[in-house]
């Protein structure tokens, strides 16, 4: 990333922002998936775990160790306490 522009569809920029406006709480997979939709979901909610994954990739986040997007187990995800301020 280092200042440079990265390309995000529009599912993985509906999600950063979802982050960025929500920084530190923790979001389940549903709720992410409802709020980027805009409806009930009623599908598997595991795929936003493919978004997530891209969008870690995008921003140069590790897996193993992410800095920006954490994994919250059994729970969902949040954006990194670093990353907030």
Same mark, same amino acid.
């Given at each position: 990333?280092?200042?440079?522009?990265?390309?995000?569809?529009?599912?993985?920029?509906?999600?950063?922002?979802?982050?960025?406006?929500?920084?530190?709480?923790?979001?389940?997979?549903?709720?992410?998936?409802?709020?980027?939709?805009?409806?009930?979901?009623? %599908?598997?909610? @595991?795929?936003?775990?493919?978004?997530?994954?891209?969008?870690? +990739?995008?921003? !140069? =986040? &590790?897996? %193993?160790?992410? @800095?920006?997007?954490?994994?919250?187990?059994?729970?969902?995800? +949040?954006?990194? !306490? =670093? &990353?907030? %301020?």
């Amino acid at each position: 990333m280092q200042g440079n522009p990265v390309e995000l569809t529009p599912t993985e920029y509906k999600l950063l922002e979802l982050f960025l406006t929500h920084p530190g709480q923790v979001l389940s997979r549903l709720q992410l998936i409802e709020k980027v939709q805009g409806y009930a979901f009623e %599908g598997y909610e @595991r795929t936003v775990d493919s978004h997530i994954k891209n969008l870690r +990739k995008k921003l !140069g =986040d &590790s897996y %193993g160790e992410p @800095r920006y997007i954490k994994t919250v187990y059994g729970v969902g995800y +949040k954006l990194a !306490g =670093d &990353s907030c %301020g």
